[in-house]
Nanobody, 115 residues
Framework: QVQLVESGGGLVQPGGSLRLSCAAS????????MSWYRQAPGKQRELVAS???????NYVDSAKGRFTISRDNAKNTVYLQMNRLRPEDTAVYYC?????????WGQGTQVTVSS
């Protein structure tokens, strides 16, 4: 079955960096676009970044210039490098795979940006 397992979250000071990882299994990873979403308390889940199967990327405006999404098809893993973190980046970050008409989610990893 499809599994997405996120890791790499934690507590970081404003201006710091984190790298999130999402290990995927149960499907042919290189065939599909992958995305990172986040959900802050009391807010809707929002798309942060996505990467196509051929490596094209897209970012929410607030992430442009600070976050980088990448993928390693040999490791079935997608990454989100987050630099210059801000308190407003605090959220649970989720990995997403859209396989045909079904979307799959990981369990999420908490990112807290605070001094």
């Amino acid at each position: 079955q499809v599994q997405l397992v996120e890791s790499g979250g934690g507590l970081v000071q404003p201006g710091g960096s984190l790298r999130l990882s999402c290990a995927a299994s149960g499907f042919i990873f290189s065939w599909y676009a992958m995305s990172w979403y986040r959900q802050a308390p009391g807010k809707q889940r929002e798309l942060v970044a996505s990467i196509t199967l051929d490596g094209r990327t897209n970012y929410v405006d607030s992430a442009k210039g600070r976050f980088t999404i990448s993928r390693d098809n040999a490791k079935n893993t997608v990454y989100l490098q987050m630099n210059r973190l801000r308190p407003e980046d605090t959220a649970v970050y989720y990995c997403n795979a859209q396989l045909s008409t079904t979307g799959y989610w990981g369990q999420g990893t908490q990112v807290t940006v605070s001094s």
